[in-house]
C-alpha cells in the first residue's frame, strides 16, 4: 500500500513541477513588469470563488520576485480598497496565500474612482512602482456591472502615464465603458464573458496574451521618440513673443527650444506643416505654412530669426494668426481633417485683451499650447491654453530650464495630435429620436421613452464634429424639439428632455412623421452631414400601431441610407416594427430591465460596433446572394477621397466587402481587381490575384485610408485600367469571352478629359458604370464615362450612404437569378420591332461632318452607324432611298439617293467613303442640301435629312434649317463629342440625339429609326392598366362585360383632320405591373382582340394593385421604352388612389415630360374623390371638367372623343375641334332566331384509359385509430443556479378611495364639415314617348345682377321618406347543371426543412423573474419567436419503468373552510404584480389649509365652459323659389352641442373573412442530407442508433407465378421475402418512419397480393407471407408489365416528403421475354423516382442493356443461382436500407450529377399562335432543367465526346410556304456553346420571344434537319430531334410533317415527341404517335399541364431515356422500317442505320 501512496506522490510532485515548468515556460520573456489587478467586489459572494481562481491562475504564471514582477491587487465597490501595494510580496506563495483569503466585500460601482485610486496609491514609486525605471506597467481591471461614475479622464490618466489597461467585463458589464478604458487595439485588450463560469477558460487565455503584452512592452524602445512617430499629420503655428523684456540672450534660448520641436517633427507637404510668427507691439511673419516644406529649411530659418523688441499684445497676435496662418491661401488643411494647432511662447502679460481671440481658435477646433516663462498671471495663461491645462500648459522660472520642456511638450504634442486624428477619423453619425407621444401614449411609457433617450444620449460622445443628436415627436403631426444644430452639449439635451420635452397627444400618424422627419431633419440646414458621407440613425420609438400607412415613409427613409432602428414601448406592434426599422435593428421594451438591455443595444449599433459581443461569438460568414454569378472580370476604379470626406472611404470599403461576399470569387467564375486612383492610379490587386471571397476580405480589412495627392485624373486612370488592369497577364479574360466591367466612383470632377479614355476602354468591350455625388453629376464626367445608356449606367447618389443601389445594378447584371427573374412569368413580354417595315417610301439623306476634329477611327464609327441604319429599312428603287454627303468647310463628296439601290451597294459606297478633313461650315452645308433635295428626291414622299457633327459650326445654321424644313424636310441632328446642343436644337428642333463619344452611335441608332418610323404617319399606342386594391366579383364582371365592348368602340377612332382616312394607326397593349415593378402581365401592343383582353382580366382576377407611386411609374416606364407610336397615351381604371397625391401628380408630371400625349383616368364604382383623379390627368383637351367613370353609360363615346382630341392635338397641331351633339339612344333590337341544327359530328376516336374515380361520399366515422408514435424523451437539463434573494421593500401605506367625481361637461361640437364631393351622375331612367315639338319661345330679357346678399334661408325639414317600390316576380329555379368530374388530386408540396441552429451559447446564469405584462386588447398575437438554443444535456438518468395509468377518480367534494390563522409576521416584499386595470376616480378630498410658498408656473388650460341647451325646433317653412346661387356667406357661429348618446349595443359578430393567398414557397437552407448530419450530430438519441429502413421507404414486392415457376422456386422466393422482411422495421402507424410493404404477383397479368395499408406490424406481416400460395397460372412471365403496373398503381398513393424512398423489387425464376416493355417500364419507374431491383435465379436472364449498363447506378440486379449466392445482408444494407447521406462503405453510391452521353440533341418548341404563354415558358423551363442533367462537351466544334445541344423555336410570324421566310426562330446552334450556363442563359431569353405565327411543326422539322442536325461537323452516333408540340398544326403542314418525321426516321435520326397542355387533341396525338420513333411507348410522352410535378415526372422520363439512348438497346431506323427506307423511290442514300450497342 505505501508503495502506490508513493507512487501516486511521486506522480504528483511530477505533474507539479512540469505544471510550473509551463508557467514559467508562459512568462519567461516577461522578465520585468509591474502588474495591478483591480477587482470589482459588488458581486453575490457565491461568485468569489471563481474570482479567487482567476487571479491564482494568472499569478501562478508570473515569476513574481523584487527584481522581476510585482503584484499589486485592490477591490472596489462604493469605494476602493487596497489589499496589497507592489512592495508589499516579493515571494508568488504570500501572494497566492492573500488571494485565496481575500474577503470580497458588496456595494456600488465607482469605477472612475477606483481607478484613479489604484494611479495614486499604486502606480507610485513609493508604493514599488519601477516606472522611472522603464519597467512595463499594466493594470488589470475585472467589472461586471455598469459604472455609477464617469471613467474617460480617467482612461487618458493612465494612457499618457503609460500604463497599459487591460479590461475584463462579466455578465452585465458595460461593453462601451471597458472601449473607454482600454489600451489599444481594444480588441486585444478587452475581454468578456457571460458568466462567471467562464473565467476559468478565459484564464487559460489570457495569461498567454498578458504575458505576450508584458514580452513587447519590454521591448526596448529605439532613438527615436515613440511619440515623434504619431506626429504624421498636423499643421503646426508657432507664435513667439519677441517683447523687449525677453532680452537676446533669451530669445535664442527660445530659438533653441523652437529647433528642438521642429526637430523631431516630419517635416513635408503631405505630413507636417510648420509656420512661424514673432510679436510684440506689432506682428512678424517669418514663414506660412505651406512655404517651406524640407525640415533643414525650416530649421535654417528658425536659426536665422531676429530678436525684436516691443511690447506684448499677445491678443492681438493670436487674431492675426487666425486670419492669416489658420486660411487655406494660408496653407491650412482644416478642410481636410488635418489637426491644427498653436503653440505660443510668452514672457509676460499681454497688453491687450486675449480671451476672444483665443476662444475663438478654440471654438474653431484649434489645440492651442502656452509656454510661459517666469509669468505671474498664470490666469491669463489658462485663458488662452486649451484644456486639461496640466495638458497644454508650461509654466517655466527662467528660460534656462525651457529647453528642458521641449521633450515633454513633444510627447503630449503627439499625444493630442494622435488624439484628434482618432477623433476625426472615429466613425460618428446624425442621430435623430422620434417619439411617439400620441393621445394612447400612457405617461409611464413616455417617461420610459426619456430615460431611453438620455441613457442613450450619456452613452455618446456629443459635439459638433461628433455625434449630433436632434429630437421630434408626433401624434397627428411632427413637431421639431431641437435639430441637430441646436445643441451642442450633452447637458443641454438633457435638460430639454427632462424639462421641456411634453407629451403632445393626438392620433397616432406613424407614416405622416417619418415623412415630416425626412423633410425637417435631412437637410443641410438642420445640420445634417448625409452629404458627407456621415451615417444617419433615426430611432423611432412607438407605443402603438399606427393608423396611417407606414412603409413607404420608412422605405424612403432607407433609400437615402438613413439606419432606421424601431423601438417598441407599451402595445406596439411587431409587424409594425419591422416594417419601420432596418433589419435587425428592431427592439422592444419589456420592463426596466428589457429598458436596459435594449439601451446598451442601440447604443451599440450607433457607435458603429455592431449587435454587443457578449451576444455571440460565432464567426458571421457573409452569405453568398449569387452563387451562380456570370464569368466576369470586374474592376473597381475607387478615387482617393479628400481628408473632408474620409468617412466616404469606409463607406465605399463596406460596399466593397459586401458585394465580394454576395458573388462567387473564383478563378473560372467572378474575378476582382482594385484599383485607386488621385493623380497617378496604383494597383491594390490585381484579377488574378485572388481567388476567394476570403482572401480579397482579408485584404480589404488591411485597407488604410490614403487622402488625396495631387490633382484628380480620372482618365488617365481609364487608360490605365486597359493598358495594365484589364490585360491577360493580369488575369483578363477577354479572349474567353467573358464579360468586363469597370465600376467607377468618383466624388468629384476630373482634372483631365474622361471622354477619349473611356471610349478606348469601351471600344475593347469593357461596360462602364461610373458612380459620383452631385458634383461629379454637374461636370457630366459620370455620362461621359459610361456605357450607353447613361440613365442606367450613370449612378449619381446624394450620398455615399447610398452605395447599395449600386450593388444593387451590378447583381443584376451578373446573376442570372436575378437577369431571369421574370423569365417565366405568365403573359406576352414584349420586345420591339426592329426595323421600320412600314415606310414604303423615303428620300433620306445623310449629312455627316469629316472635319479634321473627327479622327479615323471615329469617322469609321459614323460609317459603321449609316450602314446599320440602312440594314432597318427596305430598300429598293420605289422604295427607300439613301444618298450621303460629307461635309466640312466644303462638299467634300456625296453620293445622291438613286445611285444605288440596294442594301450591299450602298455599304461598299459607304465603305468607300474617305475622310475629307478641314473645317466645320454646317449652316453652308445645309444650305446646299435644299438644292440637293429639290434635284434628286420624289415627290409626294417623305424627306429626311440625318446630321452628324462633332463640333460647333463656324457659320449660322438656323435659317438653313429653317428654308429646308420649309421644303418639307425632316431633320433629326446627332450631335458627338464637342457638339453645341444649342446649335443642334436650331437645326432639328425637337428631334435632337447626342453622345459623348463615336463609339455610342450604335447605341442610339435604335431610337433614332423608331423615331423616323412613328414620324412618318400618325399612329398611337393606347396602353390600359387596371388597379383594383380589393378585388369583388361584382367589379371583375363589370369589368368583362364593359373592357371588350369599349376598346372595340375605340376602333371606330380612323380619320383625323390632317391625314388621309383610315390613315390612324392604333394598337393597344394590356399590362399588370407586380409589386417589384416587374410586369406579370404584358400583352405587347397589338390590334384589337377579345382573347387577349380576356387573357389580362384573367391575371388581373389573380392579383391585387395598388394605384400609387410604384405602380403609375412602372406603367410609364414599360409603355415609354418600347412604344415607337408618335401619340403615347395611357389608359388607367381605378378604385381609388392608394399614395400621396402630392407624389403622385409629381409621377404624372414625369410622365408627360417623358413624351406621353394624355393620361386618362377612369373611376370604379364606389370611388368619391373624383376631382383628386382630375388633377392626375393631362391632355384631355376642354372637357377635362368631366369625370370618368364606369358608370357613365356614355363612356365609349366620351373616351373616344378624348382620345381624337389628343390625336388632332399631336398630329394635326389642331386644339380645337368641334363635336356634334350625342344621338338618342336606339331601341333595343329584337332577339334573333334560334339557329339550325348542325351536322353530326365525326365519331371520336377511343378514349385513353380512364381516370381514377372520383372519391366517394364521406363514410361512417371509422373505429379509433392507432395510438401516435411515441417522442424521443428529452435529456434532463442541467439545473440552474440559485438567484439571489433580493432586498425586501419599503411597506407603503395603502391609500384612500377617492371620492366619486362629478360627471365631466360634455365637449364643444366640432366644426362643420367641408362640403361633399359631388356625386356621380346616376343612370338614366327609362326613355319616354317622344312628345310633339314644341313652338321655339321668344328669348328672354336677360337678368341683372345684384350685388346684394341675400338673407340666408332657414333649414328645411327633411323630406318624407318614399314609399318601398314593389317586389319584382322570382325567377324561375334553373335546372340542376351536371356535376363536373373531380381533378386528380395534386401532389402535395415538399416540406421545408429546418434552419441551422446556430453555435452554443454559455448557459446563462438564472435570473430574477419579471412581472408578467397586463395582456393587450384587441392586439392579434405577435409572431412567435425563433427557437432557442438547446441548453447542455445532463447525464441520462436511468428509465424506470412505466406503470399502465390508471382510471381518472371522481372529482372530490370541496371541503370545509379551514379556521383562520393568526397574523403571520411581516414577510418579504413579493414581486411587483400585473398591472391593474385602472380604477374608478376617487371623491375629492378635504381641502386643505391654505399654503404659502412661490408662485407656480402658468396653468394649463382650464375645461370648456357648460355650453347653453339648444333652442326649440322652428316649424317648417314653406320652400321658396330656388334663387340664383350667392357670394359665400359668411362663416356662421359654432352651434350647441347636443347631449352624448346612450351607448350603442355592440353589433353580431362579422362573418369570417377569406383565406388569404397561398405564401411564397419557403427558401431552403440546407439540403435533406445536411440537416440529416446535424441531427445526427446534435441529438443524443439519433447517436451511436443504426434503423433499417433509415428513412421512410415503401417496399413493393413482385412475385414470380409465370408457368414456368416450380414450387421450390416460389417457396425461395418466399423464404427470400420473409428473411428481408425481418431485418426491416415495419411501420405500424402513419407516422413517417420505417417501411411500409405491399405485394403482387405477376405472369401475364399482375395481381394484389397485400396492399400497404393491408398490415401495420411485423408480425402480422410475415404471418400473411408465409400464406402466400403459389398460383399455377397458364400465363407466360411478362416483367415488363408488371413494372409498368407498379409504377402507375401500386405507387399511386405514398406517403412523401424529401426524404422517402420508394423501391420496387421483382423476383424472376426465368428468361424475360418482353425487353422492350421492360426498357418502357424502366422510363416509367425512373420518373416516378422509384429505384428498381430484379432478384434473379437464372444467368440467362434476358435483361435489356438498359438496365446492365446503369449509368445512373439507380437499377440493382442480383443473380442468386444458388441458395449460397444469397446475400440477404448486402441487398438489405445497399437497396432497402440505403443511407444515401451516410452509404455503407460495401455499397456502390447513387450515381448524381449530369451524366455523359455522346449525342446531337436539338430541341424543337412550338412557340405558335395557339400555344399559351404559360404553355410556352413551362417547355422551356423543362428544356432548361434537361441541360442540368447533361454532360455539355466544352468544344462542341473539335471533340467527339460529350453532348451537344441547340434550340429553336417556331413559327415565325407571317410564314407560309413560298413566302421566303424561315419558320424557326434559331436560339443557338449544336457548335455555339460549351458550357451549359451559356445555353440556359440563351433558353430563358427565348422565354420572352413568343413567336405567335401559324403552327407548321413540319416544316419547322424540316428546316431544323437541314439547317442544324445534319450539317453540324463531327456528328455523334445518335441524333435527336426533341419535339414539345403544344398545338395542332396547320392543315398545309400535315404532309410534310407525315414525309419529313419518315425521311428524319430513315437517317437514322430519333424523333421524341413531347406532347404538352391542352392544345394537342386526341385526333392530333393519333398523329403524333406516327411522327416519333418506335416505340411510341418509349419515344411519345403526354402531358396535360405544367405543374412542378408533372415537369418532374418529364424531367425524370427524359432522364431515363437518353440513358436508354446511350445504351444502345433500340436501333434507328429499327428493322421493320429498313426496308421501306430502301423502297424504289427512296434510294439506298438516305439509310443510316444506327444499330445497338453490342454487349461485350
Given at each position: 500500500m505505501e508503495t502506490w501512496k508513493m507512487f501516486w506522490v511521486t506522480i504528483s510532485l511530477a505533474a507539479s513541477f512540469g505544471f510550473i515548468r509551463a508557467q514559467r515556460i508562459v512568462c519567461r520573456e516577461a522578465s520585468v513588469g509591474d502588474v495591478v489587478f483591480l477587482v470589482d467586489t459588488s458581486i453575490n459572494p457565491q461568485h468569489a470563488r471563481s474570482v479567487r481562481n482567476f487571479l491564482y491562475i494568472l499569478v501562478n504564471s508570473f515569476n513574481v520576485s523584487r527584481e522581476t514582477i510585482r503584484v499589486g491587487l485592490a477591490q472596489y465597490s462604493d469605494a476602493p480598497h487596497s489589499e496589497f501595494l507592489l512592495s508589499t510580496y516579493h515571494h508568488k506563495g504570500d501572494v497566492l496565500r492573500h488571494i485565496q483569503r481575500i474577503q470580497f466585500k458588496s456595494g456600488g460601482n465607482k469605477l472612475g474612482l477606483a481607478l484613479q485610486f489604484i494611479l495614486d496609491h499604486h502606480f507610485q514609486e513609493g508604493a514599488g512602482s519601477r516606472a522611472s525605471q522603464g519597467v512595463p506597467q499594466i493594470a488589470v481591471v475585472i467589472s461586471s456591472g455598469q459604472a455609477e461614475d464617469h471613467v474617460p479622464e480617467l482612461a487618458e490618466a493612465f494612457r499618457r502615464a ?631 449606367h450613370a449612378i449619381s447618389l446624394e450620398s455615399f450612404l447610398q452605395l447599395f443601389i449600386v450593388g444593387s445594378e451590378l447583381k443584376s447584371q451578373l446573376c442570372p437569378e436575378i437577369m431571369d427573374r421574370t423569365a417565366f412569368i405568365p403573359g406576352k413580354v414584349y420586345t420591339p420591332q426592329k426595323g421600320c417595315v412600314h415606310i414604303e417610301k423615303a428620300d433620306i439623306y445623310f449629312l455627316i461632318d469629316g472635319s479634321g476634329s473627327i479622327n479615323p477611327e471615329d469617322f469609321l464609327e459614323m460609317k459603321v452607324f449609316m450602314n446599320e441604319v440602312i440594314k432597318m429599312f427596305q430598300i429598293g428603287p420605289d422604295r427607300v432611298r439613301f444618298g450621303v454627303i460629307q461635309y466640312s468647310d466644303k462638299i467634300k463628296s456625296k453620293f445622291i439617293l438613286s445611285q444605288y439601290a440596294s442594301v450591299a451597294e450602298l455599304k461598299a459606297a459607304i465603305d468607300d467613303i474617305q475622310q475629307g478633313g478641314g473645317g466645320t461650315a454646317t449652316g453652308e452645308a445645309l444650305n446646299n442640301m435644299t438644292q440637293v433635295f429639290a434635284d434628286t428626291a420624289r415627290i409626294n414622299v417623305a424627306r429626311y435629312l440625318i446630321v452628324i457633327t462633332d463640333g460647333k459650326s463656324s457659320d449660322p445654321v438656323a435659317e438653313a434649317a429653317e428654308g429646308l424644313r420649309g421644303d418639307g424636310v425632316i431633320i433629326y441632328a446627332i450631335g458627338v463629342r464637342d457638339a453645341d446642343t444649342t446649335e443642334l436644337q436650331e437645326i432639328a428642333k425637337d428631334k435632337v440625339f447626342f453622345v459623348y463619344e463615336f463609339d455610342s452611335l450604335k447605341a442610339i441608332q435604335q431610337e433614332v429609326v423608331q423615331d423616323i418610323c412613328s414620324s412618318e404617319r400618325c399612329s398611337m399606342d393606347l396602353s390600359v392598366g387596371i388597379d383594383i386594391s380589393t378585388p369583388a366579383k361584382q367589379v371583375h364582371q363589370k369589368l368583362q362585360e364593359l373592357l371588350p365592348e369599349l376598346m372595340q368602340q375605340l376602333t371606330l377612332l380612323s380619320n383625323i383632320s390632317c391625314g388621309t382616312p383610315g390613315q390612324i394607326n392604333l394598337r393597344f397593349r394590356y399590362l399588370l405591373p407586380g409589386s417589384n415593378g416587374q410586369l406579370i402581365f404584358d400583352s405587347g401592343f397589338e390590334k384589337y382582340s377579345d382573347e387577349i383582353i380576356q387573357k389580362f382580366l384573367a391575371h388581373q382576377a389573380a392579383k391585387n394593385s395598388h394605384m400609387d407611386v410604384d405602380f403609375l411609374q412602372s406603367l410609364g416606364d414599360n409603355v415609354i421604352h418600347l412604344s415607337s407610336a408618335k401619340v403615347k397615351v395611357l389608359l388607367v381604371f381605378t378604385d381609388g388612389l392608394d399614395d400621396d397625391l402630392d407624389r403622385l401628380k409629381t409621377v404624372s408630371q414625369l410622365l408627360r415630360s417623358r413624351g406621353f400625349s394624355g393620361l386618362l383616368i377612369v373611376a370604379m364604382e364606389g370611388v368619391y374623390k373624383l376631382e383628386e383623379l382630375q388633377e392626375l390627368e393631362f391632355g384631355r383637351g376642354f372637357a377635362y371638367r368631366q369625370p370618368l367613370s364606369i358608370t357613365l353609360q356614355s363612356l365609349p363615346s366620351i373616351l373616344l372623343k378624348q382620345l381624337d382630341t389628343i390625336v388632332e392635338r399631336t398630329c394635326c397641331n389642331t386644339y380645337a375641334k368641334c363635336f356634334g351633339e350625342d344621338g338618342y339612344r336606339g331601341d333595343n333590337g329584337f332577339p334573333g332566331r334560334k339557329g339550325e341544327k348542325g351536322f353530326a359530328g365525326l365519331p371520336g376516336h377511343p378514349g385513353k384509359e380512364g381516370e381514377y374515380g372520383e372519391r366517394g361520399p364521406r363514410g361512417l366515422p371509422g373505429p379509433r385509430g392507432e395510438e401516435g408514435c411515441l417522442g424521443v424523451r428529452g435529456p434532463k437539463g442541467a439545473r440552474g443556479f440559485s438567484g439571489q434573494q433580493g432586498n425586501p421593500g419599503e411597506e407603503g401605506a395603502d391609500g384612500l378611495d377617492g371620492e366619486q367625481g362629478n360627471r365631466g361637461v360634455p365637449g364643444s361640437p366640432g366644426e362643420k364639415g367641408n362640403r361633399g364631393n359631388w356625386g356621380l351622375t346616376g343612370p338614366p331612367g327609362q326613355p319616354g314617348e317622344r312628345g310633339e315639338p314644341g313652338l321655339r319661345g321668344d328669348p328672354g330679357d336677360s337678368g341683372t345682377d345684384s350685388y346684394i346678399r341675400g338673407p340666408k334661408g332657414e333649414k328645411g325639414r327633411h323630406g318624407h321618406q318614399g314609399l318601398s317600390g314593389s317586389d319584382g316576380p322570382q325567377g324561375e329555379t334553373g335546372n340542376v347543371g351536371p356535376q363536373g368530374s373531380r381533378g386528380r388530386r395534386g401532389l402535395p408540396g415538399l416540406k421545408g426543412v429546418r434552419g441551422e441552429s446556430g453555435e452554443w451559447g454559455y448557459p446563462g446564469e438564472i435570473g430574477y423573474p419579471g412581472s408578467q405584462g397586463r395582456s393587450g386588447k384587441g392586439m392579434r398575437k405577435g409572431p412567435r419567436g425563433r427557437q432557442g438554443l438547446p441548453g447542455t444535456f445532463g447525464q441520462k438518468g436511468l428509465l424506470g419503468a412505466q406503470g399502465n395509468p390508471g382510471p381518472p377518480g371522481p372529482n372530490g367534494s370541496k371541503g370545509k373552510a379551514g379556521a383562520r390563522g393568526m397574523k403571520g409576521e411581516l414577510g418579504d416584499a413579493g414581486r411587483k404584480g400585473p398591472q391593474g386595470h385602472q380604477g374608478p376616480r376617487g371623491q375629492p378630498g378635504l381641502l386643505g389649509p391654505d399654503g404659502y410658498g412661490r408662485p407656480g408656473r402658468k396653468g394649463a388650460k382650464g375645461q370648456p365652459g357648460f355650453p347653453g341647451y339648444p333652442g326649440k325646433q322652428g316649424e317648417d317653412g314653406d320652400p321658396g323659389h330656388q334663387g340664383e346661387k350667392g357670394a359665400k356667406g359668411i362663416r356662421g357661429k359654432r352651434g350647441n352641442a347636443g347631449f352624448p348618446g346612450l351607448t350603442g349595443t355592440p353589433g353580431d359578430q362579422g362573418l369570417p373573412g377569406k383565406m388569404g393567398i397561398k405564401g411564397p414557397k419557403g427558401l431552403v437552407d440546407m439540403t435533406p442530407c445536411e440537416i440529416v448530419g446535424f441531427i445526427r450530430e446534435n441529438c443524443p438519441c439519433s447517436k451511436g442508433v443504426y434503423k433499417c429502413p433509415v428513412f421512410p421507404t415503401e417496399v413493393v414486392f413482385a412475385l414470380d407465378m409465370s408457368n414456368d415457376v416450380s414450387q421450390l422456386d416460389f417457396e425461395r422466393m418466399r423464404d427470400i421475402l420473409s428473411s428481408l422482411l425481418t431485418k426491416l422495421e415495419i411501420s405500424e402507424s402513419n407516422c413517417p418512419t420505417g417501411a411500409r410493404v405491399a405485394i403482387v404477383s405477376y405472369n401475364v397479368k399482375t395481381d394484389y397480393l397485400v396492399r400497404f395499408s393491408d398490415y401495420k406490424g411485423k408480425t402480422v406481416l410475415l404471418q400473411a407471407v408465409r400464406k402466400i400460395p403459389l398460383e399455377r397460372s397458364s400465363g407466360h412471365r411478362n416483367l415488363g408489365a408488371a413494372m409498368r403496373f407498379v409504377a402507375r398503381h401500386v405507387f399511386k398513393r405514398v406517403r412523401t416528403g424529401l426524404l422517402v424512398r420508394k423501391v420496387a423489387v421483382f423476383f424472376q425464376a426465368g428468361r424475360a421475354y418482353d425487353t422492350a416493355a421492360v426498357s418502357t417500364a424502366l422510363l416509367e419507374l425512373s420518373a416516378a423516382d422509384v429505384i428498381p431491383a430484379v432478384i434473379t435465379f437464372s444467368e440467362e436472364h434476358n435483361l435489356p442493356d438498359a438496365l446492365l449498363m446503369d449509368g445512373t447506378r439507380r437499377f440493382h440486379l442480383f443473380m442468386w443461382e444458388t441458395e449460397h449466392q444469397q446475400d440477404v445482408e448486402h441487398m438489405v444494407h445497399c437497396t432497402l436500407c440505403y443511407d444515401k447521406c451516410q452509404p455503407a462503405l460495401e455499397c456502390r453510391p447513387g450515381g448524381s450529377g449530369p451524366q455523359a452521353v455522346d449525342v446531337d440533341l436539338v430541341f424543337v418548341v412550338d412557340g405558335s399562335q395557339d400555344v399559351d404563354t404559360d404553355i410556352y415558358r413551362g417547355a422551356l423551363h423543362l428544356v432548361d432543367t434537361v441541360l442540368d442533367d447533361l454532360e455539355v462537351a466544352a468544344q462542341p466544334s473539335a471533340s467527339l465526346r460529350g453532348a451537344r445541344v441547340a434550340l429553336v423555336t417556331h413559327t415565325t410570324p407571317g410564314f407560309r410556304p413560298g413566302v421566303g421566310r424561315n419558320p424557326v426562330l434559331e436560339g443557338f446552334h449544336l457548335t455555339s456553346y460549351g458550357h451549359r450556363t451559356q445555353m440556359q442563359r440563351q433558353v430563358r431569353e427565348a422565354a420572352s420571344r413568343l413567336l405567335q405565327g401559324l403552327p407548321a411543326l413540319g416544316h419547322a422539322l424540316e428546316w431544323t434537319l437541314e439547317k442544324v442536325l445534319l450539317v453540324a461537323p463531327l456528328p455523334r452516333r445518335a441524333r435527336v430531334l426533341f419535339t414539345i408540340v403544344a398545338s395542332e398544326t396547320s392543315s398545309w403542314d400535315r404532309e410534310k410533317l407525315r414525309t419529313l418525321s419518315q425521311e428524319a426516321k430513315c437517317k437514322g435520326i430519333t424523333l421524341f415527341v413531347l406532347a404538352l397542355g391542352p392544345g394537342v387533341g386526341a385526333h392530333e396525338l393519333e398523329e403524333l404517335s406516327l411522327v416519333a420513333s418506335t416505340p411510341s411507348e418509349q419515344h411519345l410522352l403526354r402531358l396535360e399541364g405544367i405543374s412542378e410535378p408533372e415537369l418532374a415526372y418529364a424531367r425524370g422520363f427524359t432522364r431515363a431515356f437518353l440513358h436508354l439512348l446511350k445504351s444502345g438497346t433500340n436501333q434507328y431506323p429499327p428493322p421493320e422500317l429498313i426496308e421501306e427506307c430502301r423502297g424504289p423511290n427512296r434510294g439506298d442514300t438516305l439509310l443510316q442505320v444506327v444499330g445497338p450497342v453490342k454487349r461485350p
Open positions: 503609460g500604463i497599459l489597461l487591460y479590461a475584463v467585463g462579466i455578465g452585465n458589464a458595460v461593453q462601451a465603458e471597458l472601449r473607454e478604458i482600454a489600451s489599444s487595439p481594444k480588441e486585444k485588450f478587452i475581454s468578456f464573458v457571460p458568466s462567471f463560469s467562464g473565467l476559468a477558460s478565459l484564464a487559460q487565455k489570457l495569461r498567454l496574451e498578458l504575458c505576450d503584452i508584458l514580452a513587447k512592452a519590454a521591448q526596448p524602445i529605439g532613438p527615436v521618440s515613440p511619440a515623434c512617430r504619431e506626429v504624421a499629420l498636423a499643421d503646426i503655428v508657432f507664435l513667439v513673443d519677441s517683447s523687449t523684456s525677453i532680452g537676446p540672450q533669451n530669445f535664442q534660448k527660445v530659438k533653441n527650444f523652437l529647433y528642438s520641436i521642429v526637430l523631431g517633427l516630419d517635416i513635408s507637404s503631405d505630413q507636417v506643416q510648420v509656420g512661424l510668427a514673432q510679436y510684440n507691439d506689432n506682428i512678424y511673419p517669418a514663414f506660412q505654412l505651406n512655404q517651406y516644406t524640407l525640415k533643414s529649411v525650416v530649421l535654417e530659418h528658425i536659426q536665422n530669426l531676429p530678436y525684436r523688441t516691443g511690447g506684448t499684445n499677445t491678443g492681438s497676435a493670436l487674431e492675426f494668426i487666425q486670419t492669416n496662418f489658420l486660411t487655406e491661401t494660408g496653407g491650412s488643411r482644416a478642410k481636410d481633417r488635418v489637426p491644427q494647432i498653436v503653440i505660443l511662447v510668452t514672457d509676460g502679460e499681454s497688453n491687450d485683451e486675449v480671451q476672444d481671440a483665443a476662444d475663438q481658435l478654440k471654438e474653431d477646433g484649434v489645440i492651442v499650447y502656452v509656454v510661459g516663462v517666469n509669468v505671474q498671471d498664470v490666469q491669463e495663461l489658462q485663458k488662452i491654453a486649451s484644456e486639461p491645462f496640466e495638458k497644454f500648459l508650461f509654466n517655466t522660472e527662467n528660460f534656462n530650464i525651457l529647453q528642458e520642456f521641449s521633450g515633454s511638450l513633444l510627447q503630449t504634442l503627439c499625444s493630442a495630435v494622435e488624439g484628434k486624428i482618432k477623433e476625426f477619423t472615429k466613425a460618428y453619425a446624425d442621430v435623430v429620436f422620434l417619439v411617439d407621444t400620441s393621445r394612447e401614449t400612457s405617461w409611464t411609457s413616455f417617461q420610459w421613452m426619456q430615460n431611453f433617450i438620455t441613457r442613450v444620449v450619456s452613452m455618446l460622445e456629443v459635439g459638433r464634429d461628433k455625434y449630433q443628436i436632434g429630437l421630434a415627436q408626433y401624434g397627428d403631426q411632427g413637431h421639431t424639439e431641437f435639430l441637430f444644430n441646436t445643441y451642442k452639449t450633452q447637458k443641454e439635451m438633457m435638460t430639454h428632455v427632462r424639462e421641456r420635452f411634453v407629451l403632445r397627444g393626438g392620433s397616432r400618424r406613424t407614416g405622416k412623421a417619418l415623412q415630416y422627419l425626412h423633410r425637417t431633419f435631412l437637410q443641410e440646414a438642420a445640420g445634417s452631414r448625409l452629404l458627407q458621407g456621415i451615417p444617419q440613425y433615426a430611432v423611432v420609438i412607438t407605443s402603438g400601431k399606427s393608423e396611417d400607412e407606414i412603409w413607404d415613409a420608412a422605405q424612403t427613409l432607407r433609400k437615402k441610407g438613413v439606419k432606421v432602428v424601431s423601438v417598441g414601448v407599451q402595445h406596439f406592434d411587431r409587424g409594425e416594427l419591422e416594417g419601420i426599422g432596418s433589419p435587425a435593428l428592431v427592439y422592444d421594451v419589456q420592463g426596466e430591465d428589457g429598458l436596459t438591455q435594449v439601451t446598451q443595444d442601440v447604443s451599440v449599433v450607433i457607435q458603429g460596433t455592431g449587435q454587443p459581443e457578449f451576444r455571440t461569438e460565432a464567426t458571421k460568414e457573409a452569405a453568398v446572394a449569387c452563387p451562380t454569378a456570370i464569368p466576369t472580370d470586374l474592376v473597381f476604379l475607387i478615387e482617393d477621397f479628400s481628408r473632408a470626406r474620409q468617412s466616404n472611404f469606409q463607406q465605399v470599403v463596406n460596399f466593397l466587402k459586401t458585394t465580394v461576399s454576395s458573388l462567387r470569387i473564383h478563378s473560372d467564375a467572378v474575378r476582382i481587381a482594385l484599383v485607386f486612383y488621385s493623380e497617378e492610379p496604383r494597383l491594390e490587386f490585381a484579377l488574378d490575384t485572388f481567388q476567394s471571397s476570403a482572401k480579397i476580405l482579408e485584404h480589404l480589412d488591411k485597407l488604410t485610408y490614403q487622402g488625396r495627392r495631387g490633382r484628380t485624373k480620372t482618365g488617365a486612370a481609364l487608360d490605365f485600367l486597359r493598358n495594365e488592369v484589364f490585360i491577360q497577364e493580369k488575369g483578363g479574360r477577354s479572349n474567353q469571352g467573358v464579360q468586363q466591367i469597370a465600376v467607377v466612383i468618383t466624388e468629384g470632377f476630373s482634372q483631365d478629359s474622361v471622354s477619349r479614355p473611356a471610349s478606348h476602354l469601351r471600344r475593347a468591350g469593357v461596360t462602364i458604370y461610373a458612380v459620383g455625388t452631385q458634383h461629379a453629376s454637374e461636370s457630366k464626367d459620370l455620362e461621359k464615362m459610361v456605357t450607353y445608356p447613361p440613365w442606367k
